[in-house]
DNA sequence: TATTGTTATACTCTATAACTATA
DNA sequence: TATAGTTATAGAGTATAACAATA
């Protein structure tokens, strides 16, 4: 008797989740990103102009974190920091045109992401599963745009 | 259009898998455990007697990572190190009675974990979902005893 | 010489708190 | 006084490598 016990679906889920962020972190910094600035450019590109501490709050990370990930999506030319007129003390993030192109490449390793961990299931399978999935993260409270996974553990069952 | 882009399964997958990690990390601390050393646990009620290094790699941490885990599983009377007559290097691990009976205590947290977070699906539905994932985790050859999550990513993916 | 378990060190990541400039 | 952004410091967690005991 060497099996594993019956894997229930908290199981599998979180085993596939870990395995599924380790790949798409590989693929995200193949095109020189990591998986929390995947999360910004695709919030900013959503909604323009939001100042770091709304961008920080909607991807649950910290601001002191947020610092540094765009300062490196500054410096590779993807965003632009636009101070604000109106309140000097914030800025108005904005994607640059590199940046843009940029989202289309995130749209593409996305696609590759997906075909490799679920290109075996028929579409029919593929449909159910996002359905089931979505239903149960409804469920849990994860619809919003905040990614677990770019907040610590901690904070998050608080 | 503040929306999302629509979810994938992958992103599903990587949002539920955090999302159930933290949670169930949780119902591990307040029966004494991390993570690990519940997966630890399970694998000696499964094969008794394993030296520490053949946990390591089938658990897939490190060595050095694993001593804290016993150390305080030892601490917690839930597990005892015997050496080994025929090689006086190396343990055999093996449960105690109240490390039998914490396992009861870690069936009835699973169940309740899984409760909590697909109770709101039918039976056919639960089903269904823990076959689709079991046959993607299959694929992705997650099937032997390794927890991704135990060990880091980067030894993951290279 | 190789291996098991252990310890010590270094490194990475993240949270906390202090600081500035604006309001 | 309060807030946005930033920087500095400290802490947790983990990997790497050195070590003693045994083979």
Redesign the pocket.
Known sequence: MDDAPSRGAAFLVTQLGTHCAAKFAVRAREIGLTPPQVGILGLIARSPGQ??????TALG????????F??DLEDQGLLE?VR?R??????A?QLTEAGRRKLGEIGRVGREHEQDIFGNLTDEQHTELVRLLQRVADEQGLTAGVHPGF??L??EVC
Chains 1, 2 share one sequence.
């Open positions: 100042s770091q501490q709304a961008v920080a990370l910290l601001p002191s974190r947020l610092v540094g765009v300062d920091r604000s109106t309140d000097r003390r914030n800025y993030l907040r610590s901690n904070s």
